[in-house]
């Protein structure tokens, strides 16, 4: 079983950064995909990014690539993404995943509650 807690969305002007975090319980999060994926108002929840479990491989929506970073430290359960330039459309609801054989695909096995990100224009 794998326990996830997101940590660091908020209020920040287009073309400023933020920085979420994920703390994961469980043995097994190491082992595993992570990802990030968020849901705007009135939209369907989309894919942002994703990493293997070595962190070796990562993935990125075309929308993020260039501007978002996903890392993540197996030694403390940490999953981050690193947003950078954001833009009004990344507002939403931002939530960590873990546990998938697709990592760009909306079918995780854990999820996190979310953290809101706000981009003012």
């Known amino acids: 079983q794998v326990q996830l807690v997101e940590s660091g969305g908020g209020l920040v002007q287009a073309g400023g950064s933020l920085r979420l975090s994920c703390a994961a319980s469980?043995?097994?999060?190491?082992?595993?995909?992570a990802g990030w994926f968020r849901q705007a108002p009135g939209k369907e929840r989309e894919f942002v990014a994703a990493?293997?479990?070595?962190?070796?491989?990562?993935w990125y929506a075309d929308s993020v690539k260039g501007r978002f970073t996903i890392s993540r430290d197996n030694a403390k359960n940490i999953v981050s993404v690193q947003m950078n330039n954001l833009k009004p459309e990344d507002t939403g609801v931002y939530y960590c995943?873990?546990?998938?054989?697709?990592?760009?695909?909306?079918?995780?096995?854990?999820w996190g509650q979310g953290t809101q990100v706000t981009v003012s224009s």
């Open positions: 995943a873990a546990g998938s054989l697709e990592p760009t695909i909306d079918r995780y096995s854990y």
């Open positions: 990493i293997s479990w070595s962190g070796a491989t990562t």
């Open positions: 469980g043995r097994i999060f190491r082992n595993i995909v």
